[in-house]
C-alpha cells in the first residue's frame, strides 16, 4: 500500500524549527549567528540555488542570500528574515524548547526563527514539484536585525531595489494578522556641557546640565501626537557626580516613531535642531531616522489582495494591520510591494515566555508556497 507524506505536515515542520531554535544565536554573538547559518546553508545543498556567504563585520554575523537557479534575469521575489534573536547565551536553559498543548516554546521561536523555516520548507517543497514559478526567489538570512541591522542594511536595500515582491517573515500580530504598515524608527543621542560649580557655596557660578536636560525633555514630551501616531520617547539619562555640585554634564537616549515620511522629515530636523536655552550651556544631538516607515503603497495593497484571496483558499481568513515596532520590511517598502509579518503566529517575543501556535505551522506555510508559485 502506498503512504503518502504530507509536504506541509506541522510535526516535521516543527522538528526543523526545534534545530535552529537549539542553535542560540544573540546578535553579539557572531560565532553562534554563524553557526546556524552554516546549518541553514547546508539545508540548500541539495537545491536548485546558489549560496552566497556574505562575512560579518563589526561585531556581526554573517548573512546569507540564496538565490533559486531560475528566474534570476528580471526582477523577482525577496523573502527577508533574520537569524538572530534578543536572547542571551545560556537563555535556552531557562526557556528550553518544549510542546505544551498547541504552543511551542524557545527563544527566538516566533521572532523569528519560526518564520524563517517556514520559508525555507515553502521553497523546498516548491523545488520538489519540478515545475518552476516564474519569478526567481531570493531569500536573504541577516545577523543584525534586533540592533538595527547596521551591518546589513545596504544589502536589503540593494536586494529590495531589485525585487517586484518583498516577504517578510517576521511573527504575525494578534492572532495571525499580517503586516501592511510600520512605523519609522529615529535614534538619537543629546549631549549636554555646563559649568560645574559648588552647590552650596558658590550656585550662581555654575550652569547645570541636568536643568537643560530637563527642559529639553519637556520639548521633546510636547512632539507626542497619540492620535497621529508619533511617539518620542526620552529612554535613557545620565548625568552628574554629586549632589552638592552643579552638573557640568548630562546624557539622553530618545527614540522616535513616526507613521509616514513627511512627519519624519518634519521630527528628524526638529529634535536634531535642539538648542541650550543657557547661556554657558552647549548641547549636541547626534542620530537619524534608523528605519523609514514602511507606508502601504498601492502596489502593498494589491499584494495583500493577492494574498487574502489565497489564505481564503488554503481556509483562512486573512487580515491586516499597521504596527509602532520596525522590521527589514522598513528598508524595502519604499522600493518594492511588501508584505510582513508573514511567519508564525504565537506570542510572547523577546520575553521569558516566547511561543509559537503549533496550528499557524501548515497555513502559513502553505500561502508562503502559494506566494512563491502564483507571483506574477
Known sequence: ????????DAKAILDGIRRWVEIETPTEAPEQVNKLATAVADGYRDLPVTIERIAGHSGCGDHLAVRS????????????????????????????????????????????KGGAYLAYHAFKQLCAYGERPLLGVTQLYVSDEEIGSPTSRALIEAEGRKAKYVLVTEPARDGGKIVTGRKGVGRFDITIKGVPAHAGTRPQDGRSAIRELADIIQTLEAMNDLKRGVTVNVGVVRGGTRPNVIAEEAYAEVDLRVPTMADADDLVAKILNLKSRTEGVSVTVSGELNRPPYEKSNAGAALYEHARALAAEIGFDLVDTFTGGGSDGNFTAPHAATLDGLGVDGQGAHTHYEQMYISSIEPRTRLLYRLYQTLR
Open 1 to 8: 500500500m502506498l503512504t503518502t507524506v504530507d509536504p506541509f
Open 69 to 112: 537557479s531560475w528566474g534570476q534575469h528580471g526582477p523577482g521575489i525577496l523573502v527577508l528574515s533574520h537569524l538572530d534573536t534578543v536572547h542571551p547565551i545560556g537563555f535556552i536553559e531557562r526557556l528550553p524548547f518544549r510542546v505544551d498543548g498547541d504552543s511551542a516554546f524557545g527563544p527566538g521561536i516566533y521572532d523569528m
